[in-house]
């Protein structure tokens, strides 16, 4: 079945450090959606991408889908203390969502 | 507009024993997922349904049963309760398949 893969697991960044999170997919996606989950929080969807090497920008979050569309990226510059929280990517499949493994991104003031 | 409410909010059971995870939907969306999620593992989904009445198998569907009888609620049942259950549990829904969930605020389950 369809595989979404995040890397990294975990990353630890200072405040004002760039963060970036990668996701891949085993298979051809009709389109991308990122989500982010607050420490003790529930999953909120933030933006999709539909087409191939699109790119979207809120605030300081960039995100990119693939020219292939199996892959997509999600930057943050200059990471605030209100950014943590885990970065989910996730790809459609009938009727349904295979969501990442997610990214844990911890900002340290 | 309360959106997703899931109930209880935390829940510990004895291994064995049954309980139902409600979830109530009051945007009249036509499907609604259930994921679990553990740590290192990201959000599987268990059942799902896309519409009233129908329910679906997803990748974690053992041990677990689902209602879809009205289209604002999705139950999801224990029957016996292990201690491999123990996890945070999230309904979702959608109004047009896989795009754009609204969670609820999950239900925190430990099984002893």
């Known amino acids: 079945g369809q595989q979404v893969m995040q890397i990294p697991q975990y990353q630890h960044v200072q405040e004002g450090e760039d963060f970036t999170t990668y996701c891949n997919s085993s298979t051809t996606l009709s389109n991308i959606q990122w989500y982010k989950q607050r420490p003790g929080g529930h999953p909120v969807f933030l933006i999709q991408?539909?087409?191939?090497?699109e790119v979207k920008k809120q605030k300081r979050l960039t995100f990119q889908f693939g020219e292939a569309k199996k892959n997509s990226s999600l930057h943050i510059t200059a990471t605030q203390t209100t950014d943590v929280g885990t970065y989910f990517c996730?790809?459609?499949?009938?009727?349904?969502?295979?969501f990442g493994q997610g990214t844990i991104l911890t900002v340290h003031p | 507009n309360a959106g997703v409410t899931q109930t209880p909010k935390f829940r510990v059971l004895k291994t064995g024993q049954s309980m139902t995870l409600l979830c109530a939907q009051d945007?009249?969306?036509?499907?609604m997922y259930w994921y679990r999620q553990d740590p290192g593992m990201g959000l599987r989904l268990i059942h799902y349904?896309?519409?009233?009445?129908?329910?679906a198998k997803g990748e974690v569907p053992d041990g677990y049963n689902v209602s879809r009888l009205k289209k604002q609620n999705f139950l999801l049942g224990l029957e016996s309760a292990a201690p491999s259950q123990t996890s945070v549990y999230f309904c979702a829904s959608s109004d047009q398949g896989a795009y754009g969930y609204t969670f609820g605020s999950g239900t925190r389950l430990t099984v002893v």
């Open positions: 996730a790809g459609p499949g009938y009727g349904k969502l295979t």
């Open positions: 991408l539909v087409k191939s090497g």
């Open positions: 945007m009249n969306h036509e499907y």
């Open positions: 349904s896309v519409g009233e009445g129908t329910t």
